[in-house]
Structures are given as structure tokens and as C-alpha cells.
């Protein structure tokens, strides 16, 4: 296995952590972020962001050293992106479009279809609401070959999510 790439999540916000998620399960590099959300003023991963590392340990059959809330510190190791039938709730207004695009890059090179079933908020203050991932994201993606659709049952709005 690879060494781990040494991320300093001190700068940045979730962003940084999702992006990690995502070119790891791609291209089975594991890394080691540290400072996660450091300069916040909720430093560490909040539910958001655990499920979004849970998730891609679902996905990939990945494994997580630190994935807990509050925590500053990550290892993540991806294995093989599977394919599936997946449901993630995220337990309150966080982000379903960000978990959405955390995880597509990856399914969409699996060996087989998958569809994902998120619960939790679907319009955010600072976050692709569905409309935008409907009308403008996912049509730019099937332009370069993508095949993704995307259908809202409910709305999940801030504190309590529930879309």
C-alpha cells in the first residue's frame, strides 16, 4: 500500500476533507490530514463530515482511523469503489448535495451502477442546493459521459435537514 499523503487541514473547511475523500477512493492513494478544520470555530469533523468519511468507507470498503466528531486528525485508506445500493443520513441540515459529490467521482468508476439514498439538508446556506446539482451540475457532467440523475422527495432545510 502507499504511503500517506500528509494533508494540514488548518486552513481550509469541510471542502478540503471532501476533496481528500474523493481522489483517494479514485485513485486508492490513502492520506493523513491533520488540523481538520483548524481555524474554525468548531475545529474537527462535525457530523457532516463523518458521514462523509463513513460514506466513503462504505463505498470503497475504505478504512478511517479518527473519524469521530470533534476530531482534528484522519487517516483514510480506500479499498475497491463497489458498486450499490447505499442509504446515508446525515442526521441534520448538513450538506446531501456535498455528500452527493463527495461519493459521485468515485461511483462512477465502479464495476457496477449504484444508487444512494441521502437524507439530511437539501438547501443550505454555502452549499450546492438541489436545484443547482439538478439543473446545472449534473448536466454538465453527462456532457463529458456521466451517467447520473438525481430526484428530490423531500426538502431539508436548516436546523433540523429531514430532505
Do not use: W
Not at 479518527?66 to 450499490?84: D, H, M, N, P, Y
Not at 450538506?95 to 459529490?101: A, E, K, V, Y
Amino acid at each position: 500500500m502507499s504511503k500517506a499523503i500528509q494533508l494540514d487541514g488548518g486552513e481550509g473547511g469541510g471542502q478540503m476533507l471532501r476533496t481528500a475523500l474523493s481522489l483517494a477512493m479514485i485513485t486508492g492513494q490513502p492520506f493523513r490530514m491533520v488540523r481538520i478544520r483548524g481555524k474554525r470555530q468548531r475545529p474537527g469533523l462535525m457530523r457532516q463530515h463523518l458521514t462523509c468519511v463513513n460514506a466513503a468507507c462504505a463505498v470503497s470498503g475504505g478504512t478511517a482511523d479518527g473519524a469521530e466528531i470533534g476530531s482534528t486528525e484522519l487517516v483514510f485508506r480506500a479499498g475497491k469503489v463497489r458498486g450499490g445500493v447505499y442509504d446515508f443520513a446525515i442526521g441534520t441540515a448538513g450538506s446531501t448535495g456535498l455528500l452527493f459529490q463527495t461519493l459521485l467521482p468515485a461511483l462512477l468508476l465502479a464495476d457496477a451502477s449504484s444508487t444512494l439514498r441521502l437524507s439530511g439538508g437539501t438547501h443550505n446556506p454555502m452549499a450546492p442546493p438541489f436545484e443547482f446539482l439538478d439543473r446545472v451540475f449534473l448536466p454538465a457532467i453527462r456532457r463529458m459521459g456521466a451517467v447520473a440523475s438525481i430526484r428530490l422527495i423531500e426538502s431539508g432545510f436548516a436546523p433540523a435537514g429531514g430532505g
